[in-house]
């Protein structure tokens, strides 16, 4: 299949109206295999609901120390958020260093490690410290893998593999819950919900060994004056013509080199040769800050942890308790949120980023109010609070799931993409913890009526934050986002 018509090859910045041609056979693996870091994300939280039910039960933990406290109970669960917290922290200063594809592999072998670890942890201390393992392995897939994949694949097709990636988040957890429910009734089952991360990792790891470096990383260190520029650049011809299947020495991943190393060269010449800690809170990396930080921060701050968590009670009101299975229940709304998700994949390159986040966002707003319409004066019609539920899944799979995370990819400048990214992460994750932590406390206190409504407060804000100030990059390669959208 050929995704463009014409021989021309449209550069990585020309601003020619030719699109860059190339196979899709050429585009898959170089996304998967990034994206499998994603899936085991995804696996992590799925697999975590049913461990823990596993674990805490004395016929079925197959240990002798399943009778956690609430605080080891809570560690449990939420070791790998601190791993994947300090996980973004570490890969801040390392992550131009390293580059994307080694920061990949070392992910996969953190992921292996504390699958490993969990699986055959004799005690409380060893589970732990594999949690905490695996969640260094989630910081950095999920730094490395968007910036894989906007920096290696073709500008027109970016949103469609970046939303993708959304999706294997998705059908991560429902394979976590898929393994979980096949498991609750095994003595020891957690061992398995937890071990059967390890060989997926294992083949991630092994797919990025055989993949060549991101080509705008080379260049980037070119031009950061980290070796020899006639070396950088022939090292990213090879893996730019490897990446895209062309045969070796071809011209046309010569000139797209050419081109980018140009802009490359024309937007850092009278800058210093290394992005510097402060240079991503300061100009057009501040400005690409407010934009994806923004939105990472929005997309957790608008209740998603926690409405999720009510999804059990509110379905078992609408008198599902015969399905009050959590497992089951859980599945059904893992297909749905996996439907939603594939809907936006289909239509962020061909709508665009602002009218999906318009509509996706109006609609959250919109189910809050209703959920704490049924939580104040509702209550005698359950359906109410199943079709608020739906509604804001289906809206948040179609606007802040995948389309934070593909803005935050696509918006930072090259020359702080790395560190920018990671602080992005790193909000991301600190605004989950938070708001899952808070969640309790807060609804002791307003009670789940009001909670939801400061929820849809929150959510109103952020539609104004989307209209004032998120931009369309739709079809802009990524160095055209930094000279139109960022100067």
């Not at 016929?59 to 996980?87: D, H, I, K, P």
């Not at 893998?145 to 970046?162: D, K």
């Not at 807060?442 to 959510?459: D, P, Q």
Request: contains cysteine.
């Amino acid at each position: 299949v050929r995704a463009a018509s014409g021989e021309e090859a449209q550069s990585l910045n020309s601003e020619s109206a030719y699109q860059e041609a190339f196979d899709w056979s050429s585009v898959i693996l170089p996304f998967i295999f990034p994206a499998l870091g994603g899936l085991l994300f995804g696996y992590d939280i799925g697999a975590t609901s049913g461990a823990t039910i596993s674990l805490q039960s004395p016929e079925l933990s197959g240990t002798t120390w399943f009778n956690l406290s609430a605080v080891q109970l809570g560690l449990a669960v939420s070791g790998s958020l601190y791993g994947a917290l300090l996980g973004s922290l570490l890969v801040y200063p390392i992550a131009d260093y390293l580059g994307r594809r080694l920061e990949l592999i070392i992910a996969a072998v953190l992921y292996v490690l504390g699958g490993l670890v969990t699986g055959y942890a004799p005690g409380l201390g060893v589970l732990l410290i594999g949690r905490f393992l695996y969640g260094l392995g989630i910081g950095m897939a999920m730094h490395g893998a968007p910036l894989y994949i906007a920096e290696t694949c073709p500008s027109q097709i970016r949103g469609t593999l970046i939303s993708l990636k959304e999706l294997f988040i998705v059908l991560g957890i429902l394979l976590g819950y898929f393994v979980g429910s096949f498991q609750i009734n095994a003595v020891g089952g957690w061992r398995y919900m937890f071990g059967f991360s390890a060989p997926i990792a294992l083949l991630m790891g092994l797919g990025m060994w055989s993949l060549p470096p991101s080509p705008r990383w080379l260049l980037l260190r070119a031009v950061q004056g980290k070796g020899s520029l006639q070396e950088f650049k022939e090292k990213a011809i090879l893996a730019l013509g490897k990446l895209r299947g062309r045969s070796a020495g071809d011209k046309v991943s010569e000139k797209q080199i050419e081109d980018t190393l140009v802009s490359l060269k024309s937007a850092y010449a009278d800058q210093e040769s290394e992005g510097s800690f402060l240079e991503v809170i300061q100009g057009p990396g501040l400005k690409a800050f407010i934009i994806g930080g923004g939105l990472v921060l929005f997309q957790q701050i608008t209740g998603q942890p926690s409405v999720l968590y009510y999804a059990g009670p509110i379905l078992q009101t609408a008198g599902f308790s015969a399905a009050a299975d959590a497992t089951r229940v859980s599945v059904i709304i893992g297909v749905f949120k996996l439907f939603m998700t594939g809907i936006a994949v289909l239509k962020v390159d061909d709508l665009g980023r602002r009218p999906l986040l318009i509509g996706g966002v109006s609609g959250i707003a919109l189910s809050l109010l209703f959920l704490s319409a049924y939580y104040k004066f509702l209550g005698g019609y359950p359906l109410v609070a199943v079709a608020a539920l739906l509604l804001y899944v289906g809206c948040y799979q179609i606007s802040f799931g995948p389309i934070s995370w593909l803005m935050v990819s696509e918006i930072f400048p090259l020359r702080t993409r790395g560190k920018g990214i990671s602080l992005a992460v790193l909000t991301n994750f600190a605004s989950n913890a938070i708001v899952t932590f808070a969640f309790s406390p807060l609804k002791e206190l307003l009670g789940a009526e009001n909670l939801f409504l400061l929820f849809a407060a929150i959510a109103l804000v952020s539609l104004v934050f989307v209209l004032l100030v998120v931009p369309e990059t739709k079809g802009l390669s990524l160095e055209e986002i930094e000279s139109k959208i960022l100067k």
